[in-house]
């Protein structure tokens, strides 16, 4: 139903907890290289369980790649420095949710990219910097997958 990519990832287990959630939502999951760690590690499997197996994951060169490969209606783009919060729009089957690195997030390239239809934001506390990769991936996924009466 869903789509989560992720743009370069750095750490394994965030990957693997990506592995289990897209699994258990029903959504894909792509990977846009270069990657800071090999698939096969083992920080990857310990954070995937046993969900590596079903999880449906592919790898893309670049973004430009991904796009050119999916064709996506709609790619909404996860950042601190959007306006639009993540709850405040309607999400649609087939959505994207796009999700940068875990050292700094979206470059602007992707960002301003023009298959980027919506730039959205996570609030945190006052104080806060940031949130875990997956934590926030899951945020996002939860609320799109709640308003499609989290059927699949």
């Known amino acids: 139903m869903f789509t989560v990519v992720l743009w370069q990832p750095e750490i394994p287990p965030n990957t693997g907890n990506l592995m289990r959630l897209t699994v258990n939502t029903g959504c894909s ?24 197996e079903f999880a449906d994951v592919m790898l893309h060169e670049s973004f430009s790649a991904f796009v050119r490969f999916a064709a996506p209606a709609r790619i909404l783009a996860f950042t601190q420095h959007a306006r639009t919060l993540y709850s405040d729009i309607e999400y649609r089957s087939g959505d994207v949710l796009l999700f940068g ?8 390239s992707v960002l301003q990219h023009e298959a ?20 926030a991936a899951a945020v996002g996924v939860y609320e799109a997958w709640r308003q499609h009466g989290f059927s699949s």
């Open 116 to 135: 980027v239809a919506e730039r959205l934001r996570i609030p945190i506390a006052p104080g806060g910097r940031s949130l875990n990769l997956a934590n």
């Open 29 to 52: 999951l792509h990977l846009i290289e270069p990657l800071g760690f090999d698939l096969d590690d083992a920080r990857v499997r310990r954070a995937g369980l046993d969900y590596r």
């Open 101 to 108: 690195r875990e050292s700094d997030g979206l470059p602007q």
